[in-house]
């Protein structure tokens, strides 16, 4: 099996050894610093060794439940926000045919998400297509008290009881929460649902490999297996005694730190492979929640190329050059199109001939990164073998691992989000939330 590979010879340009090798020490002590346990925000390190630790119960526990859902239902409602949402979101994406809902023959249940969003037309159109359809819901909430898929759940729960009765709902709704805390735990507890718990030491945005992001994705009829062992894959490649220069996370993480000291405030996470958009979706959370505090941090941005290429491509090429891009490249396709000659070539594409489609984008993507680099936009490049289960694993435990080494590098707490909690607090001071009078209070005065 292959591994990915990032590559920064477009990174840093003159100099690029010197100054990697002068990062090294910081890179080596955030390092040393997760391993030992002893940074900030240490109580939040169960992602470190989690794919390793996963067992064969854990797998085999969600795999069944999952088949009970799939045995019952033909859509499944995975409720959830920020990381109780974006991890499975983004492996399903990737993975899945991109047509899936116009499919009519499904071998596994169509996975929907709701409590991303507090959309009233989204939720209704949701709950008109669940009318008279056997469906189920994964209600996925570490605190167990996030309003968005509270209310969504509150819906859709209600929705289900009428359709099928209390007791049947009763095997088709599934909750992953906390232990023992939070609103989500106590309903499912009085409700007798079959619940999976979220490790207390691992935040919503490192907990796509728990049974947060792995039920709905075995749901939908993937390999969680594979996605284990491919993240437990690169949980060596980046192991605390790897040398710096070979452990692609501590590379990662130091190019973006020298990058951003030298004024490049935005990263670009970049695709020529539309499968991949909410895969930056995942990215943008993991890095935005980690980093952006003190007043400090690179800001998360994403594009999908060619497409954005068409609308964004200006500004990249051209904009204040405070940017740097990461290129997810992914080597090989899944299918095969081949460009087909044309007597009459009105269009003028006979030249592409022959070529397969696949061809066209790799030149985009070469052109774009040679123009870019050109422009100013220093360029690094995380090159996939291809899109599978294995290799997504790779992906999200190489950019957790390098999230928690950069966010030490940077100097801040990378696994709290204390920011969150202002507008949470400023909406329920508004809605009116029992508890909150004075908030209420403070807040009308301002408007
Ligand atoms: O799983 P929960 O507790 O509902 O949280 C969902 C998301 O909301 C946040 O806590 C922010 O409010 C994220 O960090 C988290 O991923």
Redesign the pocket.
Known sequence: METINLNIEKALGKGAKEQLLSAAPKAEDAIKTLHKGNGKGNDFLGWLHLPSSISETELSDIEAAAKQLKDRCEIVVAI?????YLGAKAVLEALSNTFIQMQTKQSAPLVLFAGQNIGEDYLYELQHILQNRQFGLIN???????TE?ALAFRLLKKQLEDQVGKNEAKNRIIAITDASKGALRKLADKEGYKTFI?PDNV???FSVLTPVGLLPIAVAGYDIRQLVKGAVAMENKCGENVPFTENPAAVYAATRNILYKAGKKIEILVNFNPKLHFFAEWWK?LYG?SEGKDHLGIYPASVDFTTDLHSMGQWIQDGERTIFETVLSVKKMKYKVEIPADEENLDGLNFLAGKRVDEVNKMAELGTQIAHVDGGVPNLKIEIPEITEYYLGQLIYFFEKACGISGYILGVNPFD?PG??AY?KNMFALLGKPGYEAETKAIKAKL
């Open positions: 959830g926000i920020g990381g109780s996925i909430s570490k605190s167990g008290t996030t898929p979220i935040g919503g945005r959370q929640e989000q969150v909690e949470k």
